[in-house]
């Protein structure tokens, strides 16, 4: 996704990538080739524990060296702290933390709302390249993660991993609260026409209202 001149024109004379869309002021391509949504982390990840997320993670995004060295969001769970935490300034020039015994993906599948792979890199830290939202669930690893750029990381406890995109408890929370207040609203509706309909019947009887 490209929003700058000179970004576009690079993309636009680069013959690996494809041109997809444009919905202004961006423009949207496609790498050619099999390109693979799962990874097995080259680096064992550090965490970093902030408040302010997108604002202290501009030091990594800065070092391109970085994208092989992704950084969790430290949230305060108990399965993340098996990995060291890195401070404000390690942000920059993340160590370098190589996983031994790498294992590879077997097989991925990848749709709208499921995701599932086949690994045989168990305990290892894996990158899933989409985008994370905190409805993901996943079956056959802990997780999932926020982890540098803005992915999704797992760590999975058997060989076949699925992920499921689903409601939340706060969408099922809003849901209800909506459906609560739709049903209010009608029937206050109801009971001011049906007041409504009586006051005219009266009247027109020759009842005084």
Known sequence: MASSQEVIDDLNND??????????????????????????????????????????????????????????????????????????????????????????????????????????????????????????KVYGAEGPYLVSPSFMLVIPTQSHVTLVYGKSLENIAGNTLTATGWAILAAVFISNLVILLIKVRKKKLGFKI
């Not at 097995?40 to 060296?65: A, C, G, Q, S």
Request: net charge negative.
């Open 15 to 136: 013959k690996s990538v494809v041109f997809l869309n444009k919905i202004d002021p961006y423009c949207f391509y496609e790498i050619k080739g099999s390109n693979s949504y799962i990874e097995i982390m080259d680096n064992v990840p550090f965490r970093y524990l902030t408040k302010n997320w997108v604002w202290d993670m501009r030091d990594w995004y800065l070092n391109i060296e970085n994208i092989n060295s992704p950084v969790i969001y430290d949230t305060g769970k108990e399965d993340i702290k098996q990995y060291e935490s890195i401070n404000k300034e390690e942000l920059a020039n993340v160590p370098k933390n190589p996983v031994e015994n790498k294992g590879r993906i077997t097989y991925e599948k990848v749709d709208r709302e499921k995701i599932e792979f086949y690994t045989t890199g168990i305990g290892q830290p894996h990158v899933i390249k989409v985008s994370y939202f905190p409805n993901w």
